[in-house]
């Protein structure tokens, strides 16, 4: 069906950047929306910007102006653009998928990727 594959978290200072990178593989036609959320310690896991087929983003508030999520079509790979990181971004991060196949909707997501951002 589809496969995501995240990739570019690691270490970074408060006021750092980093990006992220989400491969799709699959049946990429049928993907209807892609998106990033987080999962921090001991919290439960939230939205943080999502991007539809046809290119419309949505944010979470916290992250509005911030963080920007885009994607290369010729790359089938959504991305992450995370700038002014503080330490409450400290998360794992998912990349998934919402997709339509044969009448049926679903979801896929990816292994995750640690964030980290020393203050």
């Known amino acids: 069906q589809v496969q995501l594959a995240e990739s570019g978290g690691g270490l970074v200072q408060a006021g750092g950047s980093l990006r992220l990178a989400c491969a799709a593989s699959?049946?990429?036609?049928?993907?209807?929306?892609m998106g990033w959320y987080r999962q921090g310690p001991g919290n439960q896991r939230e939205l943080v910007a999502s991007i539809t087929s046809g290119g419309t983003t949505n944010y979470a508030d916290s992250m509005q102006g911030r963080f920007t999520i885009s994607r290369d079509n010729a790359k089938n790979t959504v991305y992450l653009q995370m700038n002014s990181l503080k330490p409450e971004d400290t998360a794992v991060y998912y990349c998934n998928a919402d997709f339509y196949i044969g009448g049926s909707s679903g979801r896929t997501w990816g292994q995750g990727t640690q964030v980290t951002v020393s203050s």
């Open positions: 699959g049946i990429i036609s049928s993907i209807r929306v």
